[in-house]
């Protein structure tokens, strides 16, 4: 199943939804490249942030955020320094996590939704 068409998608668009509502401006939604794809592109007055959103039904294996591992990091980090080659910014760049807490999955009435700032450097 292609997962902008599934719960991936409909995760994104609970962290999207949840960032402009904090006060992000949504730049761009799952740019992709030969090196990997960075979910969410937001900035603000101060940064510009590249998101990975991580949707699990819940934490007790372990947090959603420690799905994004060193492997992940690097792929990130590759994908955001080809996106800041193609668009010029004054902004700090970040990389930030958006945890999803979804026990019933899309079903689910009030997903938990934690915000890491600064997740990895």
Known sequence: MD?????????????????KKQGYRILERNFSCRFGEI?????????????????????????????????????????AELWLSQHETELQPRFDVVEIYAPEGERTKKPLINHLEDAFQ
């Open 3 to 19: 997962r902008r068409n599934g719960i991936g998608a409909w995760g994104e668009d609970l962290a999207a939804k949840f960032l």
């Open 39 to 79: 979910d969410i592109i937001v900035a603000d007055r101060n940064y510009l942030v590249f998101v990975e959103v991580k949707l699990r039904k819940s934490d007790a294996i372990a947090r959603a955020a420690d799905f994004v591992d060193f492997r992940k990091q690097n792929r990130l980090r590759t994908t």
